[in-house]
């Protein structure tokens, strides 16, 4: 084990590892507080992918080549990354992206609202503008800071490209370390390494379950129902929708989950019901797919992640939950090298 050694069946950590376990403890502190996650995601993103394409470079080339076939690799990846990103963002600013889908949901509550309790129809938002400020005190205040247009979009803006460049020159001095580095400086970057690897295990693992949950969703919307003649409103924008929230763990199944469940409902109460349990079928297929593809990846039980995701929502809102179950399993990384557990 790196920065530790073991005398007497004790296990002792060097006082570089404790200092790099300080910073890095801090570093997410700081991340989490001053909302800089979407920059550090975006890094960390540039940095596992440029890894991961590196490795299929050519091996007798000169260094002077190869570095020009990183700096290219690099700025592959963040092109990609970048338009991706603008796709998404011109998406839900569209006419038909989330503001008509938002206007969907508003209207089918309106629809409901007469064959409901009345406990329950005077809590449901009579407009967009009504439903908007509920998910914003739902998903607390960070949402709508991340969200506005102008200046503090174009600052998230900044700090998203600002991160993908600082992941690039990270993944570029990867292969430019030397193997005699001083003890701190070795510490550090088993640190940057372990919380890669932790954000590769998780991110990617992920976008596997939703891209499968994306698909069994299509499949019922797109295919399923129209067979027996019913064609739900939005429904390519519900399928879009449940891979993009579907990043987030066990939440974001719930969110994709409501809104299907309420636009079926608003065609017949037949319809709202088939949907509520194909959905609960999904989800407990999930259930298993994330205890086995997540779990297993980063050593870690559905409950341990929920927890965590719960501990740090309290903590840093909306910010805390996407980030938890990467730092957890960072964390449970670090304290797996070091033999604690």
């Given at each position: 084990m790196r920065g530790s050694f073991v005398i007497d069946n004790k296990l002792y950590m060097s006082r570089y590892t404790i200092i790099s376990y300080v910073l890095s403890v801090t570093a997410v502190f700081l991340v989490l507080r001053f909302h800089l996650l979407p920059a550090v995601l975006a890094g960390l993103a540039v940095y596992v992918l440029t890894l991961k394409l590196a490795r299929h470079l050519p091996k007798n080339i000169s260094r002077f080549a190869h570095k020009v076939a990183l700096g290219v690799v690099v700025i592959c990846v963040i092109t990609c990354l970048t338009s991706a990103g603008a796709a998404i963002w011109s998406f839900i600013g569209s006419s038909h992206g989330i503001a008509a889908l938002l206007a969907t949901v508003v209207d089918t509550l309106g629809?409901?609202?007469?064959?409901?309790?009345?406990?329950?129809?005077?809590?449901?938002?009579?407009?967009?503008e009504g439903l908007r400020q509920q998910l914003l005190e739902l998903l607390g205040e960070h949402v709508q800071k991340i969200s506005v247009v102008g200046m503090e979009g174009i600052k998230v803006f900044a700090h998203i490209l600002l991160g993908m460049v600082v992941g690039g020159m990270a993944a570029l001095h990867h292969f430019t370390e030397q193997d005699m580095a001083p003890p701190f400086i070795s510490a550090l970057r088993c640190r940057l390494r372990n919380i890669a690897t932790a954000f590769d295990k998780v991110v990617f693992a992920q976008v596997k379950i939703s891209a499968l949950n994306t698909a069994l969703t299509a499949l019922y919307l797109l295919v399923a129902l129209p067979l027996f003649d019913v064609h739900l409103p939005m429904a390519t924008i519900l399928v879009l929708l449940t891979f993009a929230v579907g990043m987030l763990p066990v939440v974001g199944n719930l969110v994709s989950n409501t809104v299907i469940v309420v636009i079926s409902l608003g065609i017949s109460p037949g319809v709202g019901f088939a949907s509520l349990l194909f959905l609960v079928l999904i989800h407990k297929a999930e259930y298993f797919m994330n205890a086995r593809i997540v779990g297993n990846q980063v050593q870690a039980t559905a409950w341990e992640l929920l927890s965590a995701m719960l501990l740090l929502e309290a903590a840093f809102g909306v910010v805390g939950l996407v980030a938890a179950p990467i730092v957890y399993a960072w964390l449970k990384a670090e304290a797996k090298e070091q033999g604690l557990i």
């Open positions: 629809s409901l609202r007469g064959t409901l309790p009345a406990s329950v129809a005077d809590v449901l938002p009579t407009t967009i």
